[in-house]
């Protein structure tokens, strides 16, 4: 297509020119020292059942050795996988047409999304995306659908018990929208569905006040040293004090930042502003439910996972990864009401001025970071 053909298509050009800044941000990324995410490939179930584990146990099982590149080739993996996923969720749900592409600009194109998941490239965060996405996927007339969200919940704990908050609410509510709110709640469903919620429920509380390592630091530092295939890189185990941190340290750290991370949050509230078509356009696809229960249900089920947000602000000061995520699990409930019975619902206007204008800032902003804005 000639540049003619762009300027006459500029949402085209929007998805190009997204492409070449995740390109952009994936150069400078991999100039970072992974420190977080490398030493979660090095941390396995040697010493006993400890948190943060199943990735690098999952490993262990193929490497004795871990090279630093494998962060990159392992979450580069994950960020492909779900990219791809994403693009079979949207073209099932809303289709390829040109009239789309906005809506696609404003979801997968967001600093939030995956630009921002190229910048975590090797945290947790993109695994409970991933797995949500599949369940957005996969069939959801049994009670299968319901079991595999519950592993997929324990798969993310065991990963990172902060998915309990993070990404877990978010696969409850689309289980309760594909699942429940599409074939009713009888005894068996609603007994299965308890079981779910106790069995996540119960590993969360185990990783959680459990999980700790009971061997000195200095041991398993040694231990972590032995797993490293260059053994002078001991700068990146400078974050094994996360095995031995609990929870009232966590919290502790993060009130005694929050003075600094409450600066961020015009900048966030400034980032959200930008997609407001795409706000616009899930309001009024909300609104449009056909049944007055369906819609009570997705109100309460954004405030719930919102209020998980909010508790995790107040535990973990990772804020501009937490606000990132929050986004993308409005980005896929969004998916989730779609399938829902409704009236149709205009898609983002691709002619408005106004909105190619947010399209244009939203393509252009690279991403929006892990601890403070960019």
């Known amino acids: 297509m000639d540049l003619r053909a762009f300027r006459e298509h500029p949402w085209r050009l929007m998805i190009a020119l997204n492409a070449a800044v995740a390109l952009g941000v994936l150069l400078h990324k991999i100039t970072l020292p992974p420190f977080v995410p490398y030493i979660h490939l090095l941390v396995d179930y040697h010493f006993g059942f400890i948190k943060r584990a199943l990735i690098g146990a999952t490993i262990s099982l193929f490497a004795a050795k871990v090279p630093v590149w494998l962060v990159f080739a392992l979450g580069g993996t994950a960020w492909l996988i779900a990219l791809g996923l994403f693009v079979a969720l949207f073209r099932r749900t809303f289709g390829f047409e040109d009239r789309q592409l906005p809506l696609f600009v404003f979801i997968a194109g967001s600093p939030f999304f995956f630009k921002n ?25 049994s009670l299968l659908f319901v079991a595999a969200a519950a592993v997929a919940s324990m798969i993310l704990i065991l990963i990172h018990q902060i998915h309990f908050l993070m990404y877990v609410p978010t696969i409850a ?19 299965a569905g308890f079981a779910a919620c106790a069995s996540v429920g119960l590993l969360f509380l185990v990783v959680q006040f459990y999980g700790s390592m009971a061997v000195p630091e200095a041991r398993f530092v040694d231990y972590l040293s032995g797993r490293m295939a260059d053994p002078s890189q001991t700068r990146l185990l400078s974050f094994s004090y996360i095995w031995y941190q609990g929870l009232a340290k966590e919290i502790h750290d993060t009130w005694a930042r929050m003075p600094s991370n409450l600066l961020g949050v015009p900048v966030y509230a400034l980032l959200i502003w930008l997609h407001i078509p795409l706000w616009r356009y899930f309001a009024a696809l909300i609104r449009a439910l056909s049944d007055e229960w369906h ?16 508790i995790m602000f107040a535990i973990v000061f990772d804020y501009s990864r937490w606000i990132s995520n929050w986004a993308v699990c409005m980005f896929l409930i969004l998916h989730a009401v779609k399938t829902l019975p409704g009236a149709d619902v205009a898609p983002v206007a691709a002619e408005d001025r106004r909105n190619q204008v947010f399209g244009w800032i939203v393509t252009l902003i690279p991403r929006v970071g892990i601890v403070r804005p960019f």
């Open 117 to 141: 998941f190229m910048h975590t490239l090797g945290h947790f965060d993109i695994y409970g995306c991933a797995l949500a996405i599949v369940l957005l996927l996969i069939p959801a007339r």
């Open 173 to 191: 509510v689309i289980v309760v929208l594909r699942h429940y709110l599409v074939h009713g709640i009888h005894r068996r469903n609603a007994i």
């Open 295 to 310: 819609r009570r249900v997705v109100i309460a089920a954004i405030s719930a996972v919102s209020l998980g947000y909010l």
